[in-house]
């Protein structure tokens, strides 16, 4: 049975503390003495989504600004329900996502595009930490921020501000923001590595099918993944983004 079962009827109170590369939920009783402690009920009004899922993918913790995507309207509507129930489409890479977080025990950042009710492509920048609870591994916390519509550095700062960021700041593998852009010829456009590596082999003139096949996913999640990448290009097809790319390249 999963540790965090049925925790949106746990109190609020119960504090996200650092632990390990990760966060751990604890009793405001037992918290270490931190400053300005961080409480579940104290991220219900901030301006990102922040939520938790536990080991079997399922919603276990959103706050108010979750209901904001229209895909959910309550906390009744996502109880033990599995991420793939709300977000059919993109259930896969989410969970992908998840899995990478829960598998290496470490904090990891996510280019996560959502379709929203309008079947427009939303862009969010999400990161996902490993969530433990009594010294084990229980979950995946994460946030996720719309980009365009909040600054991303007030954001990070914010959370920073809150401890979240405590755990994964120190390791020195996550001087991620290195990583997000795609070389130096295209500072104001970030991708992540896993982009990065699909942009490269498509460039090299790979099929969706034959990446798919190399790298370890599906048809679709590639698919999903050039869709993203030929929004932040602002190009509608494979042949503009490769020419658009090859153009850069060549100046």
Not at 102 to 111: I, P, R, V, Y
Not at 140 to 146: E, M, P
Not at 192 to 211: A, P, V
Request: proline share 3%; with cysteine; hydrophobic share 35%.
């Amino acid at each position: 049975m999963s540790r965090l079962k049925n925790i949106l009827n746990l109190s609020h109170e119960l504090i996200l503390q650092p632990f390990n590369n990760g966060l751990m939920l604890v009793d405001p009783q037992k918290h270490s003495a931190q400053p300005n402690p961080c409480s579940l009920g104290s991220l219900q009004k901030k301006h990102f989504h922040a939520y938790i899922y536990d080991m079997n993918h399922q919603f276990c913790f959103v706050n108010e600004n979750f209901f904001k995507s229209g895909r959910v309207l309550s906390n009744k509507c996502i109880v033990n329900k599995n991420l793939k129930k709300i977000f059919p489409n993109e259930g896969e890479m989410l969970t992908q996502n998840n899995n990478t977080v829960l598998t290496h025990h470490q904090a990891k950042m996510f280019d996560e595009t959502i379709l929203s009710e309008k079947h427009q492509l939303q862009p969010f920048f999400s990161l996902k930490i490993p969530l433990y609870k009594d010294n084990h591994l229980a979950g995946v916390f994460g946030f996720s921020l719309l980009l365009g519509e909040t600054s991303l550095a007030n954001t990070l700062q914010e959370i920073t501000h809150l401890g979240l960021l405590n755990s994964f700041l120190k390791n020195s593998e996550n001087n991620y923001f290195k990583k997000l852009t795609y070389g130096n010829k295209f500072e104001k456009i970030f991708l992540t590595e896993r982009q990065s590596q699909i942009l490269h082999l498509t460039i090299r003139g790979k099929s969706s099918k034959e990446i798919a096949k190399q790298i370890g996913l599906s048809y679709r999640t590639v698919q999903h993944y050039l869709d993203t990448i030929k929004m932040k290009f602002n190009v509608s097809s494979k042949s503009e983004l490769i020419s658009k790319v090859l153009d850069e390249w060549n100046q």
